[in-house]
């Protein structure tokens, strides 16, 4: 019987926490006309902390979709993160950022919209577009 | 056994007491839940009532999950509706992108999808939102606490009919619960979903019979879709027109002259087409206005504001003067170079602070003399030679040529390099490159250190350019290099 109750707290609590953390491995065709390669298009995933975009004025979010393509060129591309603080750094226990920009996506190339923060005093918080196959960062300053 | 050994075993008793009963009050605790349809009245239909379809509300197959369980829920309470694939209906209403509600409800466009795709009905749901009510009682973050909160979900759907472009209906369902709950955590997990999902079912059940009311009038092939930008269009309405409100009454009043409804102006919109409002603040005495041309001069525009236009390079000097004539530290009189003629002053913020510590002395003298001839107007006379020329082709370009001009000694050497390796779409010119590196060299020494070209300009220019190059910098006034570059 302890064994049992043992096993289903376990169960019950897995499932628990891994329903806070859904994502979508659903793609996002944010173009018009016929779906064309990936060489032709610019393909946009969520980093870690992302939970949701907003490109061209359409909201993105991570539960719905896992990839987003989308025309190359010039796009508006807005986003934010919410990070827990200390409450002595913020009464309420939270901070958030968000970042607009115009971003210019080539392509055949995949990018990474992140979010990121140091900890401790005088911390910062980080919010930057990657190529993820150069690297470079396209948008925003990346945590180093 | 001892007394230690039994508090070793009771702990974790404890601990898993309280997740069981935590995990179970997820499942165990009532959280009751009403829910509430509403159809708007038939006037409110029209677009001028309520839904004003601009631009920039957009159709959308977004928020995928609520798409899709709208969509199940409404063949489920009528299996006579048909649903189209809400990606198929976007590509189809819009083969060119854009995805405006306002564009696919042009005669054209809409017969056009409804022949193509044999769809009647298009329903266009608006975002989901969740609100949360006042709180009550106290809690201790995952641990023990007694807390009441009310939540409030609604969820919007418009049907249109295709055919007839007309609006068949709006609906509106709203679901609210009141959660008393022991712990923080159960809060959280239990109220959203429960309230979110309530909302979901009701409208799905009113858009299927809707529907059902409506197919006397031929089939029932329906598109879900989603609106994006609807609610946040009708606030932005809102707000935009309370804000032109305000700005044309400020405009009204800083045309009369009062200084602070031309700083208020600048501060509402610190755009290029507004710093004559700053500048008529500041010329009035301001002290806000000319605070903030104080750091607009120390950060430069690039950093505090971000301006097309006009291209304010960093200016100590000119930082200097403003923040003195606005009164906030006698910083004219302290340097670096000059200690025990320092006057302890407070300083009106960390940027007075930093501008009279880093100031050298040739800035100090520029600061006092630009503080002694300062009248009214020199502030627009001194924006006016900033502008950006309009047939600048490149206008990172355009800002090296207004900060070399204002003796910057980085967009200075930044030339010499550009005219020496002929970068940007600039030809080789070593005559102007030795003139930029010398005029770079002179900022150098006026600020106290050591001047000098780059070796590879001096091995490399012949005697002939280097005199020409005198000649050049003999000639060289502010303004040559977007002449040279430009025109």
């Known amino acids: 019987m302890r064994l049992f109750l043992r096993l289903a707290f376990t169960f019950i609590s897995f499932g628990f926490l891994v329903s806070c953390a859904t994502s979508s491995d659903q793609v996002y065709k944010l173009y018009p006309g016929k779906i064309r390669p990936d060489s032709e298009v610019a393909t946009l995933k969520f980093g870690p902390r992302v939970h949701e975009f907003i490109i061209d004025g359409m909201k993105v979010r991570r539960s719905d979709y896992g990839e987003i393509k989308i025309n190359e060129g010039r796009h508006e591309i807005s986003w934010g993160a919410e990070f827990m603080v200390s409450v002595m750094v913020n009464a309420s226990g939270w901070d958030e950022t968000s970042a607009t920009k115009m971003v210019e996506f080539v392509a055949g190339h995949s990018y990474t919209v992140n979010a990121d923060r140091t900890t401790g005093h005088g911390y910062q918080m980080y919010l930057w577009i990657e190529d993820a196959e150069t690297g470079e960062v396209v948008a925003g300053i990346n945590k180093q | ?487």
């Open chain 2, 1 to 487: 056994m001892s007394k230690t050994g039994k508090q070793r075993i009771r702990v974790p008793k404890l601990l898993t007491a309280m997740l069981i009963l935590q995990m179970a009050g997820c499942v165990i605790v009532p959280y009751p839940v009403s829910d509430e349809i509403v159809q708007a009245d038939e006037h409110e239909l029209l677009p001028s009532n309520g839904i004003e379809i601009t631009d920039q509300v957009y159709v959308t197959v977004g928020p995928r999950e609520l798409i899709d369980d709208v969509s199940k829920r409404i063949v489920k309470h009528n299996t006579d509706i048909k649903l189209v694939d809400p990606l198929l209906f976007r590509d189809t209403a819009f083969p060119n992108g854009g995805w405006s509600l306002k564009e696919l409800l042009e005669p054209s466009n809409r017969m056009h999808v409804s022949e193509k795709l044999d769809v009647q009905y298009l329903v266009l749901l608006t975002p989901l939102l969740h609100e949360e009510g006042e709180e009550e009682g106290i809690f201790i973050p995952l641990a023990f606490g007694a807390l009441s909160v009310s939540e409030n979900s609604t969820l919007s759907a418009i049907i249109i009919d295709l055919r007839s472009g007309s609006v068949v209906t709006r609906l509106s369902s709203s679901s609210s619960g009141h959660g008393r709950l022991l712990y923080y955590v159960i809060y959280i997990v239990a109220a959203d979903p429960m309230t979110e999902s309530a909302v979901i079912s009701g409208l799905s059940e009113s858009i299927a019979q809707t529907l059902a009311a409506e197919s006397h009038s031929g089939g029932l092939h329906v598109a879900v879709l989603a609106l994006e930008n609807l609610e946040e269009a009708l606030q932005y309405r809102e707000e935009t027109t309370k804000r032109e409100e305000n700005l044309r009454s400020l405009r009204e009043t800083a045309e009369q002259g009062d200084q602070e409804a031309q700083w208020t102006l600048f501060k509402m919109e610190p755009t290029e087409g507004n710093l004559i409002w700053l500048c008529r603040a500041a010329d009035q005495g301001h002290v806000n206005a000319r605070n903030e041309l104080g750091e607009l001069y120390f950060y430069g525009s690039d950093k505090y504001l971000e301006l097309d236009n006009v291209y304010i390079p960093e200016d100590l000097a000119r930082s200097c003067m403003w923040f003195n004539l606005a009164g906030y530290a006698d910083i004219t009189w302290q340097t670096d170079t000059d200690v025990d003629k320092q006057t302890p002053v407070p300083y009106g913020s960390p940027e007075v602070e930093r501008t009279s510590r880093a100031m050298t002395a040739a800035e100090l003298a520029e600061a006092k003399q630009l503080i002694e001839a300062w009248k009214p107007g020199q502030c627009d006379r001194d924006f006016s030679r900033l502008m950006i020329i309009d047939n600048a082709k490149d206008p990172a370009l355009a800002r090296i040529c207004i900060a070399a001009d204002h003796g910057d000694y980085s967009a200075r050497d930044d030339l010499g390099r550009i005219y020496f390796l002929g970068s940007r779409g600039v030809k080789v010119d070593l005559p102007r490159s030795y003139m930029w590196y010398s005029l770079a060299a002179d900022v150098r020494v006026t600020h106290g250190q050591k001047g000098g070209y780059t070796q590879t300009i001096c091995d490399t220019i012949t005697p002939e350019q280097r005199a020409s190059s005198l000649q050049l910098l003999e000639a060289w006034k502010p303004g040559e290099c977007e002449k040279d570059l430009f025109q």
